[in-house]
């Protein structure tokens, strides 16, 4: 397929050649040391360029200080303690426009790159080691500060009062201590009862959805088996021939988190990739099998980007900014590794409106208002129903979807987009309603989402 992608000629890799008097080896615990600044700074070039770039469409800017306080407070161990030592710069044309922001992790090498590929598009994270971008790329997007704390843009006038009051609620610690709110909104039959949003957001401001592009990429492959371009039931194509036993873990298999395939780390960790600048191709596709697929529930990121790379070839004709453009997701930027393929396990950036958007979707079963249907009839059933292996714990999973069928006082037919830092997305099809909740917890606080939802169904009429 084409893609946007950076040449080998502007991508030199810079890694110094070890001057002949200086040590020859080193211990595995400085390696680690070394990878864990590359991995913080790549972090750090990545959440400064998108947070930047991708706020533009609501013209509402980030300033970088707004982003070190909230999307890089918190974060993963040992990031979280070299993150805040890195010094980073926000590089600009003479229009104040942004080109790429780098950040510095070691004296001798060149330092980690985030590059800003235009609106829309987003940043994608340049390989440990690349050279940074000789001149101005031709995508550049004005920045500038973010709106002062305590001033809140203008909502829908319509807003009901009792839920917008019942949306606050959202922001009490009582549902995680050290949790934090930055925006709720609650809707019900398509229209917004109530949000709200914590000082410096509002309604337009894109945040990362993390783990809830996941439901995203389910909601893209449904599109794609709408189109007769994809078979749930269909060998995703792993494996590098028809002997090879991976060729048996299915699209389906991938979406319920059920492939079998080994990964040298926890399944929700894939640094290389998300910090690192390794690509999906490289990241994802390569592991082996440890269990019969269908057999075994691994949360696994490398699941659902395989699930994404079986529809790989369709994104010429049908890339997923033509799905947000069929649901009014105006905010939604889907990010891509510097290769050119989608992160869809977790690089997008969306609003909480645009995310009650799809939510909707699946309370009309897949249908636009138009009457244009753009998923199978029966796909929101599909993502909300269990089948095989199930995760323990209090959620069951789907496809690409967690289960409140384990929630007590909430309706067993709930279903829910997730993801890290507190990102929410609650379907609740019995009463018509769809929740979102965004946050920037830090580790270690969890915001109770089934709790909440009891109350908010409790308090709407």
Same mark, same amino acid.
């Given at each position: 397929?084409?893609?946007?992608?950076?040449?080998?000629?502007?991508?030199?890799?810079?890694?110094?050649?070890?001057?002949?008097? *200086?040590?020859?080896?080193?211990?595995?615990?400085?390696?680690?040391?070394?990878?864990?600044?590359?991995?913080?700074?790549?972090?750090?070039?990545?959440?400064?360029?998108?947070?930047?770039?991708?706020?533009?469409?609501?013209?509402?800017? =980030?300033?970088?200080?707004?982003?070190?306080?909230?999307?890089?407070?918190?974060?993963?161990?040992?990031?979280?303690?070299?993150? $805040? &030592?890195?010094? *980073?710069?926000?590089?600009?044309?003479?229009? /104040?426009?942004?080109?790429?922001?780098?950040?510095?992790?070691?004296?001798?090498?060149?330092?980690?790159?985030?590059?800003?590929?235009?609106?829309?598009?987003?940043?994608?994270?340049?390989?440990?080691?690349?050279?940074?971008?000789?001149?101005?790329?031709? @995508? =550049?997007?004005?920045?500038?500060? +973010?709106?002062?704390?305590?001033?809140?843009?203008?909502?829908?006038?319509?807003?009901?009062?009792?839920?917008?009051?019942?949306?606050?609620?959202? @922001?009490?610690?009582?549902?995680?201590?050290?949790? /934090?709110?930055?925006?709720?909104?609650?809707?019900?039959?398509?229209?917004?009862?109530?949000?709200?949003?914590?000082?410096?957001?509002?309604?337009?401001?894109?945040?990362?959805?993390?783990?809830?592009?996941?439901?995203? *990429?389910?909601?893209?492959?449904? *599109?794609?088996?709408?189109?007769?371009?994809?078979?749930?039931?269909?060998?995703?194509?792993?494996?590098?021939?028809?002997?090879?036993? =991976?060729?048996?873990?299915?699209?389906?298999?991938?979406?319920?988190?059920?492939?079998?395939?080994?990964?040298?780390?926890?399944?929700?960790?894939?640094?290389?990739?998300?910090?690192?600048?390794?690509?999906? =191709?490289?990241?994802?596709?390569?592991?082996?099998?440890?269990?019969?697929?269908?057999?075994? @529930?691994?949360?696994?990121?490398?699941? %659902?980007?395989?699930?994404?790379?079986?529809?790989?070839? %369709?994104?010429?004709?049908?890339?997923? %900014?033509?799905?947000?453009?069929?649901?009014?997701?105006?905010?939604?930027?889907?990010?891509?590794?510097?290769?050119?393929?989608?992160?869809?396990?977790?690089?997008?950036?969306?609003?909480?409106?645009?995310?009650?958007?799809?939510?909707?979707?699946?309370?009309?079963?897949?249908?636009?208002?138009?009457?244009?249907?753009?998923?199978?009839?029966?796909?929101?059933?599909?993502?909300?129903?269990?089948? $095989?292996?199930?995760?323990?714990?209090?959620?069951?999973?789907?496809?690409?979807?967690?289960?409140?069928?384990?929630?007590?006082?909430?309706?067993?037919?709930?279903?829910?987009?997730?993801?890290?830092?507190?990102?929410?997305?609650?379907?609740?099809?019995?009463?018509?309603?769809?929740?979102?909740?965004?946050?920037?917890?830090?580790?270690?606080?969890? @915001?109770?989402?089934?709790?909440? &939802?009891?109350? +908010?169904?409790?308090?709407?009429?």
């Amino acid at each position: 397929m084409i893609r946007q992608t950076l040449s080998a000629a502007a991508l030199f890799i810079a890694l110094p050649l070890a001057p002949q008097a *200086a040590a020859q080896s080193v211990s595995q615990e400085e390696i680690e040391d070394r990878y864990d600044r590359a991995l913080a700074a790549g972090y750090k070039a990545l959440f400064l360029c998108s947070a930047i770039g991708n706020a533009d469409p609501s013209g509402l800017r =980030r300033a970088p200080r707004s982003v070190e306080a909230m999307e890089l407070f918190g974060i993963q161990a040992p990031l979280d303690d070299i993150v $805040g &030592t890195l010094e *980073a710069k926000v590089e600009t044309g003479q229009d /104040r426009a942004l080109d790429y922001v780098s950040v510095i992790f070691a004296d001798e090498v060149e330092p980690r790159v985030a590059v800003f590929k235009g609106s829309g598009q987003g940043c994608s994270l340049l390989p440990i080691g690349a050279n940074v971008p000789a001149g101005e790329t031709p @995508f =550049r997007q004005l920045i500038d500060t +973010v709106i002062s704390p305590g001033t809140q843009r203008p909502q829908d006038p319509q807003t009901n009062t009792a839920a917008a009051k019942i949306a606050r609620t959202g @922001f009490d610690p009582a549902y995680g201590e050290g949790t /934090r709110t930055t925006a709720v909104l609650i809707q019900r039959d398509g229209r917004i009862l109530g949000e709200a949003f914590a000082p410096g957001y509002d309604s337009g401001l894109p945040q990362r959805t993390w783990s809830v592009a996941k439901s995203i *990429a389910s909601t893209i492959i449904g *599109a794609a088996v709408q189109r007769g371009a994809a078979d749930t039931e269909a060998s995703a194509g792993l494996g590098a021939s028809d002997i090879d036993p =991976r060729r048996a873990i299915t699209i389906d298999h991938l979406l319920r988190m059920a492939s079998g395939r080994y990964q040298d780390t926890p399944g929700n960790r894939t640094d290389a990739l998300y910090f690192g600048g390794s690509t999906v =191709r490289e990241t994802a596709l390569h592991w082996p099998l440890v269990f019969a697929p269908g057999t075994v @529930f691994r949360y696994a990121n490398n699941d %659902t980007l395989a699930a994404v790379m079986a529809i790989d070839e %369709t994104f010429d004709a049908y890339p997923p %900014t033509d799905l947000f453009a069929k649901l009014g997701m105006d905010a939604t930027v889907a990010e891509t590794d510097w290769q050119g393929d989608y992160i869809l396990s977790s690089q997008v950036w969306s609003t909480a409106r645009d995310l009650a958007k799809l939510g909707q979707l699946y309370l009309d079963d897949g249908v636009l208002p138009s009457g244009e249907r753009i998923l199978p009839e029966g796909w929101a059933e599909y993502v909300a129903t269990p089948s $095989g292996p199930q995760p323990d714990g209090p959620f069951g999973y789907g496809a690409g979807f967690w289960l409140f069928d384990k929630s007590k006082g909430v309706p067993a037919d709930t279903y829910a987009m997730m993801g890290n830092r507190g990102q929410y997305v609650v379907i609740v099809p019995r009463r018509d309603i769809v929740i979102v909740r965004r946050g920037e917890d830090p580790v270690g606080a969890r @915001f109770d989402i089934a709790a909440f &939802t009891r109350d +908010v169904l409790a308090a709407t009429p």
